[in-house]
């Protein structure tokens, strides 16, 4: 009964629960790299048997919403239970269903309305997860069927329409909307994201991205030939077993990655599927004989020894399945269960020998908890735990390398362990190296190396770079040029780093981290969120006050500042050449902050922030804003609309603001809509009751001009701004 009650429900839900708004993904106004999985419905085929016209048929047209709080996982489970199918609306970051023998199809409608010029985008959709068996796309064609694009691992690597790791697909050029289907099967973990590019978008990546790998494969080859390299000198067997260890991991995550199937056997589909299972039993063979060797496990801990010797025999058997052709499920399954019992085995074997009071067994315990805190991250952002980014996918990556390098110093510390001259030169070298590091810190932001991905200064290398969000903060003294030419060029030093030492605390404060120092400019990063940029913003403003009670009492005249805050993307890394390299931020977002600094100069005012940071901050908030113009800056074709925030201006300025704001709103509306002669008597009672805010004034004077010399009818209340 309860069963049928069930089913029921859900055929209601169905029904109920259809035709939900359109998610239409609008290509003329698409960014660079769109997500898609907020765009996508999906539908299980437990049976695999469903076929295009089926899923595009009317019996498959409608899409079923996730209730509040339930995730479409557990909808698409809950339908597959009771031998429904249907398109269940996505709601995932990251579309995955761990080990699965179903089919997926996921639709997306694509909307385009421009037709295809010298400046019209192409579009490619990448399925990031190299070791899918079968990625299938439908397009629609003109002819009311649809054209079918293949690839995945289950195919020669040269039957792809890119020579790139992941499966790619060229969206054919179309106008109006399109419905596109994609079917997924894979016999290991069916892991789906999906991104949309621009061509230009996708190739850029793409190359930023083989940096980064080539970068990474290339330390590993290094540490290869450096421990081979050791081994010869010393004859210690530890180092071929960390060799093999090493090689056989690189291996395995070419192939995981997809650049073995590229690269090394892109005619081999046979051996691309085996090979996985291989290279990880073989790395973890290595890794358990490694560990018996360097723990001196025989004599530390007798039976842990035998257990390892286990998991060694057992290891080689997964390596040895592969070859005998298992499969690829199985296969995939085995190598999590050996993958995850050698990473256990090896930290406890680690922490056991360290409390018997063995030295060495330090360096081995932090390289192996660092690597398996990246296998457990991992696991977390396939599991839509952890939200996926560019540090939580290389984390397994970036925590074998950390690994590499600390087990390389344990090799080198356990065999120089009884020469204690060694020793007291090491620790003296490793000294100089933390105070080089740490004065190197007061130069280099330390937020900037996290966001890089980074442990210290020494691992940034040319061409390192990051894309994010952040708000930018543009600030400068008023007038400096003219108060410096009054002081000496010791006093103008003075000066600065007085004013400097006072704004900096207060941007660390807030979460934020200086860029540069330019001059009396500072430029500050916030990479968390724009309310933490315009807080920043008020306390500067209001430690001017403080500093300026200061000067006062010393004599000296007040000085000003203005503030600029606007909030986008931005290129973080590293430029220059091998000799000097220097950190920089690159986009139109640092222009745009800067620009909105400098017209705090036209307005008089302290802070502007643009439209961007002001639709960013969270509902509720208390700060004080008001709309002040919407102008079109030098080098930026769209207009944009920017607000004054005057939390930090003095009590009778800001109270001043308060009383006007209702009747400065309305004035600002009839300004846009052209309607100058009100708007002008509004401002100039405005101005007569409350003189000491200039915007009154200003406004009084440009609806002058306007009715002076009248726009015209394309007039939006648009200002022209053309200074820097």
Known sequence: MARLLISIAILLATFSAVNPEDRVLDLHDAAERVDMSTFLDILEDPQAALTIENVASAAYATTIVPEPGQKSIDLIRKLKSQNQKAFVQNNMRRPTFGFSSSAYWLRIKLKNIKSLGPTERQ???????????????????????????????KYLFDSRQFNFRNPVFRIPHFTGEKQIYIRIQTSGTADMPLTLYSYSGFTSRAVNEQYGYGLYFGIMIAMVLYNLFIFVSTRDTGYIHYVGFIFCNTLFQMNLRGFAFQYLWPENIWWAHQSAGFFLGTFAAFGAQFTRHFLNTKEIAPVLDKVLLGLLVLEIAIAGASLLGFSHEFMSRAMVIGGGLFAILAAITGYRCFFKGYRPARYFNIAFTIYFAAGVLQVLVRASIVPFTFFTEQAEQMGFAIQVILLSLGLADRINIMKREKEIAQAEMLESRRVMLQSFSRFVPRQFLTLLGRESIVDVGLGDSVEKDFTVLFTDIRSFTSLSEKMTAEENFRFLNSFLKRMGPVIHKNNGFIDKFMGDAIMALFPESPKQALEAAIDMRRELDGYNLHRQREGREEINIGIGLHTG????????????????????????????????????????????????????????????????????????????????????????????????????????????????????????????????????????????????????????????
């Not at 439908?138 to 293949?150: A, I, R, S, W």
């Not at 100058?676 to 805010?693: G, V």
């Open 569 to 724: 993307h931005l290129m973080l890394g590293t430029v220059g050449s091998e000799a000097r390299l220097d950190t920089t931020v690159i986009g139109d977002t640092v222009n745009l902050a800067s620009r909105l600094e400098s017209l705090t100069k036209t307005f008089r005012i302290s802070v502007l922030v643009s439209q961007a940071v002001y639709q960013r901050l969270p509902e509720g908030h208390n700060f004080k804003l008001r709309e002040i113009d919407t102008v079109r800056v030098k080098g930026r074709s769209e207009p944009v609309i920017i607000y004054e925030a005057y939390d930090g201006d003095p009590e009778p300025l800001r109270q001043q603001k308060d009383d006007a704001f209702d009747d400065f709103v309305e004035g600002l509306r009839l300004y846009k809509q052209g309607d100058f002669h009100e708007a002008m008597r509004i401002f100039e009672s405005l101005a007569a009751k409350f003189p000491d805010d200039a915007a009154h004034a200003m406004y009084v004077r440009r609806c002058q001009k306007l009715l002076a010399e009248p726009p015209g009818s394309g007039w939006r209340g648009v200002s022209r701004m053309v200074m820097k």
């Open 123 to 153: 579009w490619l959709i990448e399925a990031g997860y190299p070791s899918l068996d079968y990625v299938h796309i439908y397009v629609p064609d003109e002819q009311g069927g649809y054209m079918k694009f293949e690839s995945g691992d």
